[in-house]
């Protein structure tokens, strides 16, 4: 190597080196693992807030208004039209997910627990997440249920506002927050990509991307023109999820919330019935073939939030719905 060139290999290197080395691009936070069961930045947030009487759905509040919700108005963005890049997606999902459930203290020891799914900003102060994430379990001699926004800050949840076990959605009132809400769009057909921005089996800030797949009802069809027409409704999406991501939104490539994690279900050969007395078979002993990912809906969310977009103080609670045998 020639003389000029050698030091100009030199200066080029040691410059390189005297500069900050990034695996990923400026303001991209790497992310944690493992779950949040006993994270202790968020068990004492939530302690203060505990201690400072500021929880206000403990179990016996939760359970009542899961029977009778408590609705109000709520100022839902509109959807958007413009497309954007996966990096823009990614940072919209994030900013607008929750953790949100239980801090609670169990019934076999004296100690607070965090019992944390997903749930994706509708509004500036409300967000909305599965019906079951809000269920409290037989595990809690006591608790509140609380949300903890992308920068870890713990807010409490002060209200139900609609729920449907059926469609398995619910739309919470949040307190502090000021949050960047997802607007729900029901403009989605197979084919069209999806995203997903979740918590699976622990593993944060895990983004994955992939098609519409179908829609189809789970249980008896929906009678059309009737109230609660879509909550048996649902859609499956190739994006990747796992327990833990309950709750957690679905994204169009506009950056609008087009469902919400519901359920997964691997499936396998199941082995036939037979004669009797014969031994089921089973081509490829046992093995998971395919994983369908069902969410619940955007359409269902729509209807579910459409009492709380003309909500008028003087109205009575819409009436109790009583979920199906299927349901329990």
């Known amino acids: 190597m020639k003389p000029l060139l050698f030091t100009a290999a030199i200066f080029s290197l040691a410059n390189a080196l005297s500069q900050p080395l990034h695996a990923q691009a400026p303001g991209v936070p790497?992310?944690?693992n493992g779950n949040r069961k006993q994270d202790?930045?968020?068990l004492e947030k939530a302690k203060v807030l505990k201690?400072?009487?500021?929880l206000k759905l403990t179990l016996a509040a939760t359970k009542e208004q899961l029977q009778t919700p408590v609705p109000?108005?709520?100022?839902f963005p509109t959807a958007k039209q413009q497309r954007l890049s996966a990096r823009e997606i990614a940072q919209a999902a994030r900013d607008a997910q929750?953790?949100?459930?239980?801090?609670?203290?169990c019934k076999d020891c004296d100690h607070w627990h965090l019992n944390l799914a997903a749930a994706y900003a509708v509004a500036s102060d409300a967000i909305a997440t599965c019906h079951h994430c809000v269920e409290p379990n037989d595990k809690m001699r006591d608790g509140f249920l609380i949300a903890v926004d992308h920068k870890g800050e713990v807010l409490p949840v002060t209200?139900?506002?609609?729920?449907?076990q059926t469609l398995d959605g619910a739309i919470l009132r949040v307190e502090g927050g000021s949050f960047a809400a997802l607007p729900l769009s029901d403009d989605v057909s197979p084919g069209d990509a999806a995203y997903c921005f979740s918590a699976p089996l622990g593993q944060a800030g895990y983004f994955s991307q992939g098609i519409v797949n179908?829609?189809?009802w789970q249980g008896a069809p929906g009678k059309e023109g009737a109230q609660g027409q879509w909550k048996t409704l649902r859609v499956n999406v190739s994006t990747d999820w796992a327990p833990g991501s309950s709750g957690a939104a679905v994204l169009d490539e506009s950056g609008n919330a087009i469902g919400h994690v519901s359920t997964i279900h691997p499936l396998g050969e199941t082995p036939p019935a037979g004669k009797k007395g014969a031994k089921p078979t089973d081509r490829f002993g046992g093995a998971t073939l395919i994983t369908l990912h069902a969410a619940t809906p955007a359409?269902?969310?729509i209807e579910l939030a459409q009492p709380l977009r003309d909500f008028k103080p003087e109205e009575k609670p819409a009436e109790v719905e009583k979920p199906a045998a299927a349901d329990k």
């Not at 201690?51 to 500021?54: H, L, M």
């Not at 109000?72 to 100022?75: C, I």
């Not at 929750?98 to 203290?105: A, D, E, N, S």
């Not at 209200?159 to 449907?164: C, G, R, Y």
């Open 159 to 164: 209200a139900v506002l609609a729920k449907s």
């Open 40 to 42: 202790n930045g968020i």
């Open 72 to 75: 109000g108005a709520v100022a």
């Open 51 to 54: 201690d400072a009487g500021k």
């Open 299 to 301: 359409r269902g969310m």
């Open 98 to 105: 929750l953790q949100f459930g239980w801090y609670y203290l």
């Open 214 to 216: 179908r829609f189809f």
């Open 30 to 32: 790497i992310e944690r």
